[in-house]
Each structure stands twice: as C-alpha cells, then as structure tokens.
C-alpha cells in the first residue's frame, strides 16, 4: 500500500539555524500536505501544495511539490523555541473515498 | 475561529473495560474522521464519514471498535473491550466538501491509556 516515508526521524538544532526535512512516497500524489503537532495537540496544516515543482511559503516555513511528484520538502529559516514539534507531511490515498495518509514525522528540537 | 471539539481530553481505563470519545466537527463540515496515532508514529485512519453515513471504516477493528454519527453532526468513537495496545491518542478531523483538497481540521485529541 501507500507509504510516506519522512527523514530525518528528529533533528536538533539551535535557534536561529536553518531546518530542513523531506517526504517520499512509493507512489505519485498531486497534493501534498504539512502538518505541525505539538506535545498533546493535534496536527495543526501548515502548507498545502497542489501542482509538482510548486514552492509555497507561511512565513518562514517554505515547502516544495517535488517534480516527480513522490516527493516534497519542509524548509523553517531561522528556527526559534516554539518551532518544536512534530511535523508531517501528508498526501490524499488513491482508494475511492478521499482521505489522507499521514507520514512516519520529524521531531525537531530547538535548542535556545 | 471554528475548532474540532473533543472529549475527554485524557481517559484512563482499565483493560477489558468499554470507552467512549465524542467529537463535534467544525459546523457545516460533512465529512468527519476519527484517526487514531500511536506514540511515535503518524496519524492512521480508522474511520470516514460522509454526514452521517460510514465511508470508509476498512481500518477500524471492527471487532471491539464501533463509531456512529447518527444525526450528521457529531461523533462517537466506542472501544469495547479496551486491549493495552489500545492506549494511543484518537484524533477527530473534520472538513466540508470543498476544502477536501487543502485539508482537513483537527481536534486536540483524546489521550487514552489502558491499564
């Protein structure tokens, strides 16, 4: 079945740098979704991509709709303490009803 | 802003016993999810409903899992008998037909552990 794989599995990292995480599937999506959970929350979307080589930015988090279309990236510049999360990317499932399926996560620690 | 409610935020039960979790979606939105995280790992879907008719439920074990949305509106997510291996976080999501494509909406979940 459908898969998406993400890596890095967690990051650390100090404030200010630069994070940058990726997705990949075994199959071809035409959207791509990214989502951010923190400790106890549920996943809060971020970035929505629609079309392949697509790049869409929500301030200072920057996504990218990978050409071959089995693969996206999540860029943050600049990190600060309350980019701690989870993030995931997600993509709609080829079956007939429309749902998505979400990856394996990032956890990113943001050391001030 | 409109949110996902959930309920009980946090449920400690006792393995064998019967649990319940309420979802009340964003008004107006008809289709509701109930996904369920283990820790560590991303959301997997158990169950979709289309108002209130079940969509898609090929993931929900169907054997002690039972979820119903029986006006269109809100939702309940049953789990009787609880199994240790039940003790995950159960999220509910929620969207209208025409933002399918950029998402849906979550709640904050209902964290349960099972002793």
């Known amino acids: 079945g459908q898969q998406l794989n993400q890596s890095p599995q967690s990051m650390f990292i100090q404030e200010g740098e630069d994070v940058s995480m990726n997705c990949t599937s075994s199959?071809?999506?035409?959207?791509w979704l990214w989502y951010k959970q923190e400790p106890g929350e549920g996943p809060v979307l971020l970035i929505a991509?629609?079309?392949?080589?697509e790049l869409t930015s929500n301030g200072r988090l920057t996504a990218q709709f990978g050409i071959t279309r089995k693969d996206s990236f999540l860029n943050i510049s600049a990190s600060i303490p309350s980019d701690v999360g989870i993030y995931f990317c997600a993509g709609p499932t080829t079956s007939g009803t429309y749902k998505y399926i979400f990856g394996t996560g990032t956890r990113l620690k943001v050391l001030a | 802003e409109a949110e996902v409610a959930q309920s009980p935020r946090y449920k400690i039960t006792e393995k064998s016993q019967a649990v319940a979790f309420w979802c009340d979606p964003i008004s107006g939105h008809a289709t509701l999810y109930w996904y369920r995280q283990i820790l560590g790992q991303g959301p997997e879907l158990l169950v979709q409903f289309q108002d209130e008719s079940v969509v898609d439920d090929s993931q929900l074990p169907k054997d002690r899992f039972s979820a119903e949305r029986l006006k269109g509106v809100d939702s309940t997510l049953k789990i009787q008998p609880a199994e240790l291996g039940d003790s995950a976080m159960y999220l509910c999501?929620?969207?209208?037909?025409?933002?399918?494509?950029?998402?849906?909406?979550f709640g904050s979940g209902t964290r349960l552990t099972v002793v």
């Open positions: 991509l629609y079309k392949a080589g």
């Open positions: 199959s071809i999506f035409n959207t």
């Open positions: 999501a929620s969207s209208d037909r025409a933002s399918t494509l950029g998402g849906y909406t």
